[in-house]
C-alpha cells in the first residue's frame, strides 16, 4: 500500500520544512510565507558569504531567488514595513564578485541577482541603438546578443563576467572609458526598486534625483531591475598593441597625449611590469614582435617598465589600418625595438581575461585571496605617486598586474554618486594582487595587505587628492572622507530612497537602525 508511504514522505518533507523554517529564526514568519514567483531558501547559504575577494564571509539568513521585479519588491516593502523592530538587511549579489564583502549581507537576505535574468533582452537598432537588459544580466551575455545585430555597448570593463548592477553601482572602467566615459555614463533608464520597496523607472527625464542617486551609488539607493544601455555598430577587428617605456613621464605624457585627441586609438591603457624576466618570450605567443632582431637586443630583466597597451577597431574589408596605426605610433616616444601587435575579433579582445580566468582556474589559482587596491589619482600628482610607488614601495615584485591609465573627466556626470578626483584627467591604478594562501612571503595576504596600507599612506600624507575606486572603508568618518563634499547629497539621498538602511549593508556605509 503506497497511502502509507506517500503519508510519511509528506510528513518528513513538511518536518524538513518546518525545521528549515525554525533554524531562521532571524526572518518573520510573516515574511517566510510572502507569496513569492521565485523562492527564499533558508540552506546552501555558503555561496553568498563569499566572494572574489576570497576575504570576507558574512552567511545571510536567507538567499531570495526571485523570478520577477515584484518578488524583490514584496521582500524590500515587507521589510521596510516591519520598521525599526527588524534587524534585517538586504544585499543585492549580482556576479559576487566584489573584494571584501560588498554583496553580503550578514544576517539578512542575499537576493540572487542572476536569477532575475529574464525577461528577453531586447536590442533596438536604429539610429540611436539600445539595449534593454535585466540587472542580473552579465556584461558577456549583452555582447554576445547585441552581436548579433551588428551593435555592442560602447562603455565596458576589461572583464565581462560581471552583472551589470554590479558594474553600475561602482562606474565600469575600462581603455574606452576616456571616449565614452564610464559604463554609467552610457546608461539612458534604470527600473529600481527603492529601500521602500517601491519599483520606479528613472531617466535623465524622468525621476532624475534618483537616477543619479544610484548610478555609482554603490547599491545604497537602490536595486537595479532592469537598465536601457547605449549601443553602436559593433566592430569586427581588432589590432591590439603593446609598447614599452622605461621612463615613467614620457610614458604618461604619451597616455595624456592621445586621450586628449580627437582622432586616436580605440582603447588605452597601460601596465607597470616589475622585476620581470623573459618578457619578451612571455609574450611570443599572443604577440608579434614587429623587429625580431632588434628586439632580442633589449633585456627587460630586472627593470621597471612601463607599458602602453592600444587597440585600434577595424573592418576587414577596408584597407588603410596598417598606414593610420603607423601614424599615430609615429607621435609616440616608446622604445622602438619594443612594439608587439596582435590581432583578433572584437569579442575575443573584449573577453581577453576569461582566458586568463580559465587558465588560472585549472591551475586552482583563481579562488585565493585578492587584496585589490584600486585609485583614482590626479593627474597633477601622478608623477609623485609613481616616483614613490614603483621606486620604493613595489620594487621586488607585483604579485599581480598593475594598470594605470588616464580618463577624461569631462565624460563623467557629476550629478551621479561616484566620487573621482577634482581634475580634468584622473588616472586609474589597478593593483590587482592574487595572495598565496597560507604564504608568510612576499606572496602572502599580509605582506600585500601591508603594501597596500603604506601606498594609501603615502596618498595621505602627501595629500594627493586620491580617491579609492571600488572604495572600502570600515567606519562612517572614512566615508565622510571619502564623499568630501558630497557627503551632503548622500545622506540625503539615502534617506529619500533607503531610509531605514535596508540595503547594501556590506558596504559599511551606514548601519540599520534597531
Ligand atoms: P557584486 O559583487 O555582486 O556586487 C557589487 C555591489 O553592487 C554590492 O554592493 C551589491 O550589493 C551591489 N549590487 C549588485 N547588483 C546590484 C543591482 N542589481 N542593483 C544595485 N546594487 C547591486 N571594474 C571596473 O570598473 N573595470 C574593470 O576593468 C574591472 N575588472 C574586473 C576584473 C575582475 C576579474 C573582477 C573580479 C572585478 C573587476 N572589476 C572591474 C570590478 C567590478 O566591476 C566590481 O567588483 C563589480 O561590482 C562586480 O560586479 P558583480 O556583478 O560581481 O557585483
Known amino acids: 500500500d503506497f497511502s502509507f508511504l506517500r503519508t510519511f514522505m509528506i510528513l518528513l518533507l513538511s518536518f524538513v520544512t518546518i525545521r528549515i523554517n525554525l533554524c531562521s529564526p532571524g526572518i518573520p514568519y510573516s515574511l517566510r510565507s510572502l507569496s513569492l514567483e521565485g523562492n527564499l531558501v533558508y540552506d546552501e547559504l555558503h555561496y553568498a558569504a563569499r566572494d572574489f575577494g576570497n576575504r570576507f564571509h558574512f552567511p545571510p539568513l536567507a538567499i531570495l531567488h526571485p523570478n520577477s521585479v515584484s518578488d524583490i519588491a514584496s521582500t524590500i516593502r515587507h521589510i521596510w514595513q516591519l520598521g525599526p523592530t527588524s534587524a534585517l538587511t538586504v544585499a543585492a549579489r549580482g556576479h559576487g564578485h566584489s573584494l571584501q564583502g560588498q554583496a553580503q549581507a550578514h544576517r539578512g537576505i542575499v537576493i540572487n541577482m542572476k536569477s532575475l535574468r529574464g525577461p528577453q533582452m531586447q536590442v533596438h537598432s536604429g539610429e540611436f541603438p539600445f539595449v534593454d537588459v535585466s540587472g542580473g544580466e552579465l556584461w558577456i551575455n549583452i555582447l554576445q546578443e547585441s552581436l548579433k545585430y551588428g551593435l555592442a555597448p560602447k562603455s565596458w570593463t576589461d572583464y565581462l563576467h560581471l552583472t551589470v548592477g554590479g558594474t553600475l553601482s561602482n562606474a565600469g572602467i575600462s581603455g574606452q572609458a576616456f571616449r565614452h566615459g564610464p559604463q554609467i555614463s552610457n546608461v539612458h533608464q534604470l527600473e529600481v526598486v527603492t529601500g521602500k520597496g ?244 612576499t606572496d602572502g595576504l599580509e605582506h600585500i595587505l601591508t603594501q597596500n596600507k603604506r601606498i594609501l599612506d603615502f596618498c595621505e600624507t602627501a595629500n594627493l587628492g586620491v580617491k579609492q575606486y571600488l572604495p572600502h572603508y570600515t567606519t562612517q568618518e572614512e566615508w565622510q572622507a571619502h564623499y568630501g563634499p558630497l557627503w551632503e547629497v548622500i545622506i540625503k539621498r539615502k534617506s529619500a530612497y533607503d531610509p531605514l538602511a535596508i540595503l547594501a549593508p556590506g558596504q559599511r556605509i551606514f548601519q540599520k537602525a534597531i
Open 198 to 441: 517601491e519599483v520606479v523607472n528613472c531617466s535623465l527625464n524622468q525621476n532624475t534625483e534618483l537616477f543619479h542617486s544610484v548610478l555609482g551609488g554603490l547599491g545604497q539607493f537602490g536595486i537595479i531591475t532592469q537598465a536601457r544601455i547605449s549601443l553602436e555598430p559593433a566592430p569586427q577587428m581588432v589590432k591590439w598593441i603593446r609598447v614599452l617605456y622605461s621612463d615613467f613621464s614620457t610614458f604618461s605624457s604619451d597616455q595624456e597625449r592621445l586621450i586628449s585627441m580627437e582622432n586616436t586609438f580605440d582603447y588605452i591603457e597601460g601596465f607597470v611590469i616589475i622585476n620581470r624576466t623573459g618578457l619578451l618570450n612571455n609574450w611570443r605567443s599572443s604577440f608579434n614582435l614587429q623587429d625580431p632582431v632588434q628586439a632580442s637586443k633589449f633585456n627587460s630583466d630586472g627593470r621597471t617598465l612601463f607599458c602602453l597597451e592600444l587597440a585600434k577597431y577595424f573592418d576587414p574589408e577596408k584597407t588603410g589600418i596598417n598606414q593610420e596605426i603607423e601614424r599615430l605610433l609615429s607621435q609616440l616616444r616608446y622604445i622602438s625595438s619594443t612594439l608587439f601587435i596582435s590581432e583578433v575579433s572584437y569579442l575575443d579582445f573584449l573577453d581577453r581575461v576569461h582566458v586568463s580566468e580559465i587558465k588560472l582556474r585549472s591551475k586552482g589559482l583563481w579562488e585565493v585571496p585578492h587584496p585589490w587596491l584600486n585609485l583614482l589619482i590626479p593627474k597633477s600628482k601622478i608623477d609623485i605617486f609613481a616616483k614613490e610607488v614603483f621606486g620604493n614601495i613595489l620594487t621586488d615584485t607585483s604579485n599581480g598586474p598593475v594598470l594605470i591609465y588616464p580618463v577624461n573627466k569631462s565624460k563623467w556626470d557629476n550629478r551621479t554618486s561616484v566620487v573621482i578626483p577634482d581634475e580634468d584627467i584622473f588616472y586609474l591604478v589597478a593593483f590587482l594582487s592574487s595572495a598565496v594562501p597560507s604564504s608568510t612571503g
